[in-house]
């Protein structure tokens, strides 16, 4: 966890306090479930809830001095909740092993996590909507391969990543329904000490389904698509990041980030103005990727389980989570203030002499009658022509001026193919699809 | 592509008579559509299904001539159906880009993987359930850490599995609705010079469903998506193959690979019995794995698009498929004839001297009203003579002995702990869990 | 292996019949030592290789057939090999396992993979010197974060180009030195049943080094950095060719990749001349980079071997060095075409109105007795306001009308900041390092 | 960076308080050569440095808070040093930009984790000697695929992990030299502000080479070299941590994890002593291989330089040094104080009925006359037999009584067949090739 990199809910999450607290519901609420079944009194079950209000906090120094001598966490845990809340705490844990409680305990921290992510998915898609419909038709070039292709809109552009963002939300739901189990079920997952009712009842206090076949641990596919989630999501990050990157570069100036007042864009240059958050953005992204692959060898555990996972985890739980909040808010930011040139965006899209009106003179041609062959080489001949005078001739201009063309097309037919609003004629169309018919 | 881990359907679905074939499909029906908004003449549309009816198949060699020339694949290949079938082939393609064509190809092709996959993992479901029943009450050692801990079932195992592999297929189902978009959106996807309606014609016939927004390509976090959840199966994969490789074990040998009559183990040691497909498996895992980084990497393309993910896309859309399809198949033969020795299960089971039941013990110590921390001292010294013993000495006889643990348990109640059924009354609930209530 | 993507020496070098011939060398050399140890006769040793300069090749499928019946590789091979030579063909093999054959081989195709990768740097780095040499002082803005930052030259940039790919050169030697070994050491490397002189007989004829201690394989941690070393150096090739790419861009066009007549750029846009060959050259460094996790994954085999490296090895061994084979002779095609306009590198330099000067400004003010954080408000305030005009202002010219400028440096002090030249005056020592003293 | 993962020298280097420090001493040094060069006062120089000796620490919370405003982090450092410093402070950075001493501070940290990775390095190494010649004798099977196949000694398999942890040492080596490079060249490289001779001076001072030719920044493959490098460590680490994991298998326990008085297996099962440390190590495994990918996506940066490579360094630059020193450590440790059981080697080594000496018959029968693919059938008809019956059947005995086998050889050739002592021959040999003639 790198502190510029982290905000403080999802940071909270992952404390030793956060996890104590888990553990501490998980092991009450059990203990609860097992007085109902009689195994253990009620009044204990009551007063360990009891002992706890009146308790000071979990204090994470002496657990850490018992396991240094226990070298176990959960025996730790349970020795200084025992100092702390007094006899009834030797009721807790009956039937029990420590992964009950870990496997679980994780399950509730990646489910909560997920929705502080899903919340930051909600806020970047608002963002991304408004400042969406407020260009829908701000005309900018379509470039592929970074060259001029044809005209979009720039709202296009974000309807782009409004849809994008939305399957990751659908995604991040779907991932977030498969790491929420629960897993009471004891040593090698029989349940040969512990009932499943158990189970059952903490996993419904804790907001989460129950596995249906642990195996001490809650299996590890079910983490690993969740961060290969994780890993899709900043991989969209990446791409919107590097658009910003791309449309900031000094010859294309089409939007930049927001430039704060007493910003200083470098020791050196007094002049700049950097891109930095979106650079920032595609680093956050490869660490959210490289995480992925340590999840995936997580998965073959050996037999009922092994314990490589756990030194993993501590890892990219809290380091994965943080880190896509961190740019999913970073990224919310970005686009929310972003400085958008529409005139620039305008002088871009006429410089290359017409050129990105090439495809439309083409179909003209086919349409007359020449043939699909004959009509590529017929607009490329002129296309090449404008190209090399780096915009300064016009390919309208040209293409009357070409006899083979003439032959074929009418003045004003040739014209008419130079008409920016003709592809726009759909933007309608494509935002009721993204946003739904009443999307604005 | 190796060809020794690769099957006859997927395969099949790679080669290039199979791309050119869905890519006619596009392209004819697209024209369909065309001639129904009356873009095209209908006779010509209808000309280009009665041609190809009659045109020898799509020639390879001749299209990748053309290409080498123009360097440009659809042009390449929309030029060899003009020599195929005649004159209204230029009436194909009109308004579209390449990209139409190819992305909505790799869509059919990674759809049409998926199936086969889903299929596989049908077959090994199957398989998995079977002998899952046939093993339901199969007494085993649970291990953690490799290390004995309680008796499960050889059928829970299998169960877990079935259970994992069952998670699978629902990503994978998910993840072939993902990828599963058609994209016929012109240049840059704005219908410039193609209506929707021509879109929608093609998805509904390819069985595909309509992407919202295209920038040329269909956006790459789909296929990112798609990638991952294979790479999760993977995971899982090499776990259950994990778990043959470890049971296999000289002094395990509680199961193994079927050996075939002929088979040779070595060339060298003619005793040897090798778990290779599990452990070939482990590696092709590997590679599925592998192929998930460069999926991620693709997302972020320039704008929008540049074409670096076409290259990727070329090697991991047949080889992540392929491998995965193999890998799983191989996996199913593996269970489905895998040796399980039962009577070495029970010998291993009985090798610790009963120390697998020294959890019961405990429990019982503390509902005697030992305090945990006494009772755990208490099996903890009797069950080390047993372990230092290398399970010569018995858990239950030296329990017995000691004065301590005689004080609070009568010998009976030391010798009820050590029943193995006891492990095994929740293998129902689970199994029903599993399986669902009429399972079997 | 994807044959666009494949070069023939390369892809030669992972056939059947050269690994057979491999395998054959290696076993008939180790004969010869064995002859020389007299554990075989002599004339065995020599009617080995005699028989074979008279045999027809090797018979591939005849091989695959015993294979599929033996289900071993090499025992399938020795069948043949024996069906194919005669009688003293029994003599091969003695005291030998399959690995020492197959790790072997491997060694031998990885280290000519490797020489062929290093002949393909040279080539790179010869044409780099020479495009460097040529644009040694051609000027054109350098780039930070993609925004203008001070004047460097082109032939910088390739200058920094070359140096890289020295370094990569000389890191794959070292690579190759670590993956030249062999392993003649029988069933787990004790040497049990063969002399450690067939090994150094062996080693010293095939061109490789002595394998200190084997374990039935050549322990996997040499192949993990070979593969980690090819991933480095498609990293470098991704880095060159993202700044064609840039340098390509409509609005930049500084360079661009050549660009062949009769070459289609698009089927929809006939004016496009995209940089398609270096947007194929990152999705390629992302495939090699794809193959450095399982060959990290391979390192940690069970024990003395498992045999799930091998299949790892059946992908990336060829796929790594023919995929980065071609993209190193692709990256030179682009390096030894590559259209370069100074002209136009010079009107984007100029574009910003003098901004790219700017430190050289604040360098004067404080040496100029004013102090740093005084000096940059002052720069960064005239700078802010050519930035906004878009290159329309002139920062020289708002310097001397700035009253608080001009207090501290007259108005020739301030124009003796403007000079271009200033900034090349350490070219020469850059390029002594790089390429040494006599390096033109 | 996990404090449960982490040693204090290591986590040191990486301190804000550490970095600021080596920011002081590069700034201060070039201060020195600008004094040389006549461009400050050599008063200034010297000042800035007794000034340093009479201040207070540098104050961390100040410098974040400066960096808050000015989001800059360089100029907030600065800043700091001028309130205190005083006035003298205004000569630092003559000339240089803010990745001078960024990238030259990150060059020396990376430099100095690596010599304390080399003495981690250093002391497992010495300890796997010591251990490797304790055991350099003592009998244990031999395993590939998980089967016994041939004896080898506890000390060859420790002979062989020296040997692959001395490799990692020279790959260590050189990645070190490869990483640690002073760049003092200014905004873009080019030297236009700073004379060559401050970057010689600072580089001689701080223990690195001069960058031949960097570009605002070093030039990102170094680095990747170097994190690659790690992973191939991590690789080794697992390699062995497997090996003891797998030793310690209940069925095979061959050697164990030191177990401390009080230490509890599990909270449950209080018979457990489990391989936790090793599988720890499995697991921190993982994480480092998992930043080699971010470090390999970092290379490619645009043009001069972007910044998205620091953010992955903030993470993987502590995160991947600080994990493997700890996991070294940890795995010196286990090795140093392993619990080596030879008897359970010879039990385990006899249980196969004498398998493990198939070979050697085999070898036999051919030099008695027999066609290889005959004698191959004789042994493994009999070793069949064997194997089948657990170990409780004879090889020996069953060959003898094998009429085909007894015609070939006598009793007694078999009989000399089954020394385990014939299979340590060569074993002096293959710890002089690792550990040097007078290696013990």
Not at 19 to 45: K, N, Q, S
Not at 290 to 299: F, I, Q, R, S
Not at 404 to 415: F, G, K, N, S
Request: include cysteine.
């Amino acid at each position: 966890m790198i502190p510029r990199y982290a905000r403080p809910a999802m940071t909270e999450l992952w404390t030793p306090e956060a996890r104590f607290r888990i553990w501490f519901e998980i092991e009450a609420h059990a203990t609860d479930a097992l007085a109902e079944l009689g195994v253990v009194p009620r009044e204990a079950a009551a007063a360990i809830w009891e002992a706890d209000r009146n308790a000071p906090p979990f204090d994470v120094e002496r657990i850490d001095a018992i396991e240094r001598e226990t070298k176990h966490d959960v025996i730790a845990f349970l020795t200084h909740v025992s100092e702390r809340t007094g006899d009834a705490a030797r009721f807790l844990h009956q039937g029990m092993t420590s992964s009950d409680v870990l496997d679980t305990c994780l399950a509730v921290q990646l489910a909560r996590a997920a929705d502080i992510l899903i919340a930051d998915l909600d806020e970047l898609l608002a963002v991304l909507r408004r400042r969406a419909f407020e260009h829908k038709l701000t005309p900018t070039i379509g470039r592929s391969h970074g060259i001029h292709a044809e005209p979009v809109t720039f709202g296009l552009k974000l309807a782009q990543a409004y849809a994008e963002f939305d399957r990751n939300r659908a995604r991040l739901v779907a991932a977030r329904a498969d790491i929420a189990t629960c897993a009471i079920s004891g040593a090698v997952g029989t349940f040969a000490n512990i009932d499943p009712a158990v189970e059952a009842h903490v996993a419904e206090k804790m907001g989460l389904t129950v596995e249906p076949v642990s195996t001490q641990v809650i299996p590890r596919d079910r983490h690993a698509m969740f961060f290969a989630t994780l890993g899709v999501i900043a991989g969209s990050i990446e791409r919107l990041a590097t658009e910003v990157r791309h449309l900031q570069r000094t010859e294309v100036l089409e939007a930049e980030e927001y430039f704060a007042p007493g910003q200083k864009g470098s020791s050196a240059m007094p002049h700049k103005r950097n891109p930095v958050l979106t650079e920032n953005l595609t680093g956050l992204a490869r660490m959210v990727r490289g995480y992925v692959t340590p999840a995936l060898e997580n998965v073959a555990l050996w037999h009922e389980r092994d314990i490589s996972h756990s030194s993993v985890e501590r890892y990219i739980g809290p380091d994965a989570t943080i880190t896509l909040d961190f740019a999913l808010a970073r990224l919310t930011g970005v686009i929310d203030k972003l400085l958008v040139y529409p005139e620039r965006m305008q002088r871009n899209l006429d410089r290359m002499g017409g050129l990105v009106h090439s495809q439309r003179v083409l179909l003209a041609l086919t349409q007359a009658g020449v043939s699909r062959e004959d009509a590529y080489r017929l607009v490329q001949r002129n296309a090449m022509k404008v190209w090399e005078s780096d915009g300064q001739l016009s390919l309208m201009q040209l293409l009357k001026d070409d006899a083979e063309v003439a032959a074929a097309l009418a003045p004003e037919e040739i014209e008419a193919r130079f008409d920016l609003d003709y592809h726009f004629k759909h933007v309608d169309t494509i935002f009721a699809r993204v946003f739904g018919e009443g999307g604005g």
